[in-house]
Nanobody, 125 residues
Framework: QLKLVESGGGLVQPGGSLRLSCAGS????????IGWFRQAPGRGREPVAC????????YYADSVKGRFAISRDNAKNTVYLQMNTLEPEDTGVYYC??????????????????WGQGTQVTVSS
């Protein structure tokens, strides 16, 4: 059974950077498509950045293109979300999700099999 644990959230000023980590245990992440989703106050969970199983395809929400980057380190069994030039609108709880054996980008949350507990990101001066 795959378990995901997010870390790296916190309070950051506008224009700052954070790197979120999604560590897997119980299975290796290289067989899973991975997605980072964000839930802002009063809103549903929305896809931010997603990658296919072999990382050949990636999705970024329009609001984060050019600022965020998703990457995978199979040796550490961890997926990262590098977030640069953060804006107050990036505030929310960030979750990573995994779905097995899908070599396409998955942007629908209901199609994910596993979720972490989330990590809070607050962008404020």
């Amino acid at each position: 059974q795959l378990k995901l644990v997010e870390s790296g959230g916190g309070l950051v000023q506008p224009g700052g950077s954070l790197r979120l980590s999604c560590a897997g245990s119980g299975d290796t992440l290289d067989g899973y498509a991975i997605g980072w989703f964000r839930q802002a106050p009063g809103r549903g969970r929305e896809p931010v950045a997603c990658t296919s199983t072999d990382d050949s395809s990636r999705y970024y929400a329009d609001s984060v293109k050019g600022r965020f980057a998703i990457s995978r380190d199979n040796a550490k069994n961890t997926v990262y979300l590098q977030m640069n030039t953060l804006e107050p609108e990036d505030t929310g709880v960030y979750y990573c999700g995994a779905t097995w054996g899908t070599n396409v980008v998955v942007t629908i949350g209901a199609e994910y099999d596993y979720w972490g507990q989330g990590t809070q990101v607050t962008v404020s001066s």
